[in-house]
């Protein structure tokens, strides 16, 4: 019982300041560390991590918990990591829209902060993680949509013109109704000569003046002009 009640002081003092997050998350990292401590983790998933989940309101303590879940899963081990990130992916098939949003922004986090740290992630937890938010790109909710595009947009491989993640932005970027899906898409989509950067232009008569600025500032701070073609200039 123990670890179960640092376990759970930890979490209140983390609704209460962002200022020990770092400290608290490396300690929590200690307690959850390999595969032993199995009931710690279910705590902490299927208790904690679950009732900020299933909250309906927005609020401050809330919104630091998810900041300090982010930051967790840039701490712990791999086996740990695995154990959350399945957890998250099995709630984002939760009926509740409040539920699929919270856990992609939890991964939205963990991935600027991994991307900031410049963390290795394993293949196969990134191939979760993707098809997960692929799926979640045609959620019947735009602003669950709009979240999984902010996931989605760290796990691009800028190399391949084939990307199955660049694919699946680019048919939302052609059909979603959402003006801040297109939006967003536009602002990080991976530049492909042959692939996005036409697929940016064409959409540069958006029904949506903030897409269409969004496209606009996009190629002024990203490309030369000088590499278009005289029909892409006008």
Excluded: W
Aim: with cysteine; glycine share 2%; hydrophobic share 40%.
């Amino acid at each position: 019982m123990g670890d179960a009640n640092e376990l759970l002081h930890i979490f209140t003092d983390c609704q209460q300041s962002k200022r020990s997050h770092k400290t608290h998350s490396k300690k929590l990292a200690t307690l959850l560390q390999g595969s032993k401590n199995t009931q710690l983790k279910n705590i902490l998933t299927h208790g904690l991590l679950d009732q900020i989940l299933i909250y309906p309101k927005s609020d401050p303590a809330c919104n630091r918990v998810m900041e300090f879940f982010s930051l967790l899963m840039t701490a712990v081990d791999a086996v740990t990591l695995e154990f959350i990130v399945k957890h998250l992916c099995a709630r984002l098939k939760s009926t509740a829209k409040i539920v699929r949003q919270k856990v992609l922004t939890i991964l939205e986090g963990f991935f600027q902060i991994s991307a900031e740290e410049q963390l290795e992630l394993s293949v196969e937890l990134i191939t979760k993680i993707i098809e997960s938010g692929i799926e979640r790109l045609h959620d019947k909710i735009p602003s669950v949509r709009h979240a999984a595009v902010k996931v989605l947009r760290f796990l691009q491989d800028a190399d391949d013109e084939n990307d199955p993640v660049v694919e699946a932005l680019l048919h939302s970027f052609h059909t979603d109704s959402s003006a801040q899906v297109r939006k967003t898409v536009a602002q990080h989509i991976t530049l492909h000569e042959y692939k996005t950067k036409p697929a940016l232009l064409k959409r540069l008569k958006d029904v949506q003046a903030d897409v269409r600025a969004a496209i606009y500032e996009r190629f002024v701070e990203e490309t030369d002009i000088r590499q278009f073609t005289k029909e892409n200039r006008v």
